[in-house]
């Protein structure tokens, strides 16, 4: 394996400049011009609109493939990658029980995977800390409920998630510097009965699933496995 290069910048790595005041200032010629959202967001829309899956949802290769899958248009399937994943977890633990009420939260220090791809040029930790950093309320830091689902043994609302048979899927990649925190979850979940499907890959970076065609393939392969 080549030699992975230091990230020294987190924000240059991600063309933005941290303000003093605590804003961020963004380079206009890589990122499109969209209106400011009030923060903290007085809305839920992902949690007030769980759209059933539809044909009209996908395009493309993704498209050809669900319409061959049978499945009741009425079930809502839930899905991320990166962030996204933290989003589905949150949006089902609240579904189970409209009342997300999660104890505080430990990240004491890095995980394995983290120290071992410390360098790593997808998502390199240094860069994941500046994302929580500009995501999380004012003043608080990883440590917070949003951040690691499995503080305290998790949340109580995943043993309704287990009773109510809702299915999970958890993918990741070996050389994916958040792969020990996605095992994390999926171990919690199975502890508290929830049904998991597991797939994590050798070789694999974060996004895979993305940014290489072949591993599009293979994940809906897998989503076969737990819609139908």
Known sequence: MSKQSPISDPYAYLSIVKNPDGSITRDKSK???VAATPDPSPLNPVFSFLPPLSRESFTGGVRRRMDQI???????????TSAGGNLAYNVGIRSADSVADLSPLQIPERCESEIRLVNDQVCPPIV??????????VGVDRDHEYS??????????????????????VTGGE??????????VAKLMKKK???VVEQFNDGDVHGAEFLVPSKQAQELMMLEKIII
């Open 128 to 137: 994941s800390d500046v994302f929580w950093d500009l995501c999380l309320p």
């Open 175 to 184: 050389k994916d510097p958040m792969i020990d925190r996605q095992r994390e």
């Open 70 to 80: 049978s499945r009741q248009l009425s079930n809502v399937y839930l899905m991320g």
């Open 31 to 33: 990122f499109p011009c």
């Open 148 to 169: 690691n689902p499995t503080v305290g043994g998790g949340s109580e609302k995943l043993e309704k998630i287990g009773r109510l048979r809702w299915k999970v899927m």
């Open 193 to 195: 009965g929830v049904e």
